[in-house]
């Protein structure tokens, strides 16, 4: 083991009864290393790598570092080291394919040109360290192993296994397989190197097609993303483009294999018969009788080159006003329309039709009802109870329509003419925005009950009635 010692030790010279005859002295003692520790590598294994089909050359290819260390003094031969390279497994295609730098043991560069994978995948390499400046005979030494892995490069691009690929799909259909495109892949599987990357460049210029990777197989998914009508399109001719994720080596172009033709026929559907527009508005009065005529709605077949028959059928209608005729699409009423009824909302009214064979369609027609004056103002309350001399001595209402302005409010009220004591008994003025009745006089009459006054709409001499009660 080297340690750098440096001894200082006193001494002094004295006679035999002891007495000093000397002033003391310094004695300087240097230890000497000698070479007793073999050089020890940091590692056991080194791993390193180096690109498939590398040229022989300088640093540039440079493979991996190997270090040891030597305890003995470093400024001696005892630890001063020497690298060399003992064996190389497997010795193809040459038993030299490494060199490695004797003095620094930490370049290691290709001497000949690195095999292709699969060839070859890894060499190991067995160096050696030996002090004493690598003197065989009295330098002492130690081994480590290298592991060379020959990593893959984009050295191989994916080809096509035939020029032609075939599939159909049918019409209308959306993320649908069409056709798996097959290639093979020299470089190893499942890298940047090997992994396909598809694209069309010809023959989808609306973009119906899209060709993703399957991640295991490495194949071509052609699928369909866009509809396709039939009447429109019956075929497909595509080609397609096949690349790896990353560029290829240097030098290499990708080949004729690296595109193929992709036939694709469209298969024919039955599609529902179509209304248009859809929904179909109509604006309209309400009131119109049973058997008027109000429009026509009718579907057209998209199979141009079916023969086929169009009939219509109601599907849905709420308050059952309407039929359709089965051959023209011809629409007419079976009952009154009634903008008041409850099934009208906002004035709309939706009835939903039906066109076959055998697919089916449908279509929404959508009515816009026009108010008419058709409804008779209601008197509130409609009945009240009173005592024969009532205190305090008048009734307050109101009245309201269903129908809308101009046809409802303002309201003109009168007292109706007989009885005649009820113009003698009672008069009417508007308060607040109701009406007030009040009794004229104080009064005992003996009736039935049931005096009838009469509401007029001056717009429309519409008529409501108030009946009022006396208690005796």
Same mark, same amino acid.
């Given at each position: 083991?080297?340690?750098?010692?440096?001894?200082?030790?006193?001494?002094?010279?004295?006679?035999?009864?002891?007495?000093?005859?000397?002033?003391?002295?310094?004695?300087?003692?240097?230890?000497?290393?000698?070479?007793?520790?073999?050089?020890?590598?940091?590692?056991?294994?080194?791993?390193?790598?180096?690109?498939?089909?590398? !040229?022989?050359?300088?640093?540039?290819?440079?493979?991996?570092?190997?270090?040891?260390?030597? !305890?003995?003094?470093?400024?001696?031969?005892?630890?001063?080291?020497?690298?060399?390279?003992?064996?190389?497994?497997?010795?193809?295609?040459?038993?030299?394919?490494?060199?490695?730098?004797?003095?620094?043991?930490?370049?290691?560069?290709?001497?000949?040109?690195?095999?292709?994978?699969?060839?070859?995948?890894?060499?190991?390499?067995?160096?050696?360290?030996?002090?004493?400046?690598?003197?065989?005979? &009295?330098? %002492?030494?130690?081994?480590?192993?290298?592991?060379?892995?020959?990593?893959?490069?984009?050295?191989?691009?994916?080809?096509?296994?035939?020029?032609?690929?075939?599939?159909?799909?049918?019409?209308?259909?959306?993320?649908?397989?069409?056709?798996? %495109?097959?290639?093979?892949?020299?470089?190893? +599987?499942?890298?940047?190197?090997?992994?396909?990357? &598809?694209?069309?460049?010809?023959?989808?210029?609306?973009?119906?097609?899209?060709?993703?990777?399957? +991640?295991?197989?490495?194949?071509?998914?052609?699928?369909?993303? !866009?509809?396709?009508?039939?009447?429109?399109?019956?075929?497909?001719?595509?080609?397609?483009?096949?690349?790896?994720?990353?560029?290829?080596?240097?030098?290499?172009?990708?080949?004729?294999?690296?595109?193929?033709?992709?036939?694709?026929?469209?298969?024919?559907?039955?599609?529902?018969?179509?209304?248009?527009?859809?929904? !179909?508005?109509?604006?309209?009065?309400?009131?119109?009788?049973?058997?008027?005529?109000?429009?026509?709605?009718?579907?057209?077949?998209?199979?141009?080159?079916?023969?086929?028959?169009?009939?219509?059928?109601?599907?849905?209608?709420?308050?059952?006003?309407?039929?359709?005729?089965?051959?023209?699409?011809?629409?007419?009423?079976?009952?009154?329309?009634?903008?008041?009824?409850?099934?009208?909302?906002?004035?709309?009214?939706?009835?939903?039709?039906?066109?076959?064979?055998?697919?089916?369609?449908?279509?929404?027609?959508?009515? &816009?009802?026009?108010?008419?004056?058709?409804?008779?103002?209601?008197?509130?309350?409609?009945?009240?109870?009173?005592?024969?001399?009532?205190?305090?001595?008048?009734?307050?209402?109101?009245?309201?329509?269903?129908?809308?302005?101009?046809?409802?409010?303002?309201?003109?009220?009168?007292?109706?003419?007989?009885?005649?004591?009820?113009?003698?008994?009672?008069?009417?003025?508007?308060?607040?925005?109701?009406?007030?009745?009040?009794?004229?006089?104080?009064?005992?009459?003996?009736?039935?009950?049931?005096?009838?006054?009469?509401?007029?709409?001056?717009?429309?001499?519409?008529?409501?009635?108030?009946?009022?009660?006396?208690?005796?």
């Amino acid at each position: 083991m080297y340690l750098f010692i440096l001894c200082t030790v006193a001494s002094s010279c004295v006679d035999l009864n002891g007495n000093q005859v000397e002033n003391p002295i310094d004695i300087v003692i240097n230890v000497i290393d000698q070479n007793d520790n073999r050089p020890e590598f940091t590692h056991n294994i080194f791993n390193g790598s180096v690109p498939e089909g590398s !040229k022989p050359g300088t640093g540039l290819f440079l493979v991996m570092t190997v270090t040891s260390v030597d !305890k003995d003094d470093p400024k001696t031969a005892n630890g001063m080291l020497r690298y060399k390279i003992l064996s190389q497994n497997p010795q193809s295609p040459s038993s030299n394919m490494f060199t490695i730098n004797n003095r620094t043991g930490d370049i290691i560069t290709v001497a000949c040109t690195a095999p292709h994978r699969p060839t070859i995948e890894t060499y190991t390499l067995i160096i050696q360290a030996t002090d004493m400046e690598g003197n065989p005979t &009295y330098g %002492l030494s130690n081994t480590a192993t290298t592991m060379i892995r020959i990593t893959d490069v984009n050295d191989n691009p994916p080809e096509f296994t035939t020029d032609t690929f075939f599939g159909e799909v049918h019409e209308n259909r959306v993320n649908v397989i069409v056709a798996n %495109l097959t290639v093979t892949d020299k470089d190893q +599987p499942h890298t940047a190197a090997w992994s396909a990357v &598809y694209r069309i460049i010809a023959g989808d210029p609306t973009g119906r097609f899209s060709v993703p990777t399957d +991640p295991t197989t490495n194949e071509g998914l052609l699928t369909v993303v !866009k509809p396709i009508d039939f009447e429109q399109t019956r075929s497909f001719m595509l080609t397609v483009e096949a690349e790896n994720e990353i560029p290829m080596a240097r030098g290499i172009h990708l080949p004729r294999q690296s595109t193929a033709t992709v036939s694709v026929r469209i298969l024919d559907l039955n599609e529902a018969p179509e209304f248009s527009p859809n929904p !179909k508005s109509i604006k309209l009065e309400e009131g119109l009788p049973s058997g008027s005529l109000l429009t026509t709605f009718t579907a057209q077949d998209p199979d141009r080159y079916m023969r086929q028959t169009i009939r219509y059928s109601k599907m849905f209608d709420p308050a059952n006003w309407l039929e359709i005729d089965a051959v023209n699409g011809r629409i007419s009423t079976i009952a009154v329309l009634d903008r008041e009824s409850p099934y009208v909302k906002n004035n709309l009214y939706n009835v939903t039709f039906m066109a076959n064979p055998p697919a089916s369609g449908t279509g929404t027609l959508q009515m &816009y009802l026009l108010d008419i004056n058709d409804n008779a103002p209601h008197v509130f309350p409609p009945e009240v109870e009173m005592c024969e001399r009532p205190d305090p001595s008048g009734i307050n209402i109101t009245a309201s329509d269903p129908d809308l302005n101009p046809n409802a409010g303002p309201f003109a009220f009168e007292l109706p003419n007989r009885p005649s004591d009820v113009r003698r008994n009672w008069t009417l003025a508007r308060l607040s925005g109701y009406l007030k009745i009040d009794c004229m006089n104080t009064f005992t009459i003996q009736i039935s009950p049931g005096f009838i006054y009469s509401i007029i709409h001056p717009l429309a001499n519409k008529m409501s009635v108030l009946r009022e009660y006396f208690n005796q």
